[in-house]
């Protein structure tokens, strides 16, 4: 099962719980993502939180792509695991 989003937030705040609330989604409506819910989220508000607050007129933008696979007969056996994480800060024009 694989998943794609992206957050754009005012604040490193915002971003971090935004951040939570889109991968809660994606467990919704795939739940094997909840084996990498904490380490793929951990990892995106880490890297948040290496950016510098944005100024007025920027704002933080956070794109995620990731994917689980398994055995066909065993779901629960995990034969990989991929997340791509790209954060930067930008101007909102």
């Given amino acids: 099962m694989s998943y794609s989003f992206t957050v754009t937030a005012d604040t490193k705040t ?3 719980r935004q951040i ?7 467990v919704i409506g795939q739940p094997s993502h909840a084996a990498d819910k904490e380490a793929v989220v951990v990892a995106a508000q880490t890297l948040v939180r290496l950016l510098a607050e ?3 007129g920027d704002e933080i933008c956070v794109s995620m792509i990731g994917s689980l696979g398994w055995k066909h007969d065993a779901p ?3 034969l990989h695991a991929n997340v ?4 930067s800060l ?3 024009s």
């Avoid at 939570?20 to 994606?26: K, L, P």
């Avoid at 791509?84 to 954060?87: A, E, M, Q, V």
């Fill in 14 to 16: 915002d971003a971090t």
């Fill in 84 to 87: 791509t994480i790209n954060t």
């Fill in 20 to 26: 939570r609330e889109q991968f809660d989604s994606v």
């Fill in 90 to 92: 930008r101007n909102k």
């Fill in 76 to 78: 629960e056996e995990f």
């Fill in 54 to 56: 944005p100024d007025s």
